[in-house]
């Protein structure tokens, strides 16, 4: 089994930064790929970054790519999302996800361990 918990979360103004980091533990070894998502109210969960541990490939959504980066410390197994230049629709809670293998890396239902997520609010 592996546990993820998240923390970095929080308000911050239009333009400000913020670094979520996720720490895994447990079972680790059945980690490969990790990603970070994002939940809006009500709506479906959203990809928005996700790296290759095993060879430090990244990948990045659309709607942060220029802004947000994914990277990794794998002596302190922790995964990081570098949040910049931040915008109110940016707001959400964020979520780690943990997986050996995953199909596509961008699928939320691809992951089998997920932590419980940071709240990210960002005023006008």
């Known amino acids: 089994q592996v546990h993820l918990v998240e923390s970095g979360g929080g308000s911050v103004q239009t333009g400000g930064s913020l670094t979520l980091s996720c720490v895994a533990s447990?079972?680790?070894?059945?980690?490969?790929?990790m990603g970070w998502f994002r939940q809006f109210p009500e709506k479906e969960r959203e990809w928005v970054a996700a790296?290759?541990?095993?060879?430090?490939?990244?990948y990045d959504s659309a709607s942060v790519k220029g802004r947000f980066i994914i990277s990794q410390d794998n002596a302190k197994n922790t995964l990081y999302l570098q949040m910049n230049d931040l915008k109110p629709d940016d707001s959400a809670m964020y979520y780690c996800?943990?997986?050996?293998?995953?199909?596509?890396?961008?699928?939320?239902?691809?992951?089998?361990?997920w932590g419980q997520g940071t709240q990210v609010t960002v005023s006008a």
């Open positions: 996800a943990a997986d050996k293998f995953v199909d596509k890396w961008f699928a939320p239902a691809d992951y089998k361990f």
């Open positions: 790296i290759d541990t095993a060879y430090d490939f990244t």
């Open positions: 447990g079972d680790t070894n059945n980690i490969r790929f």
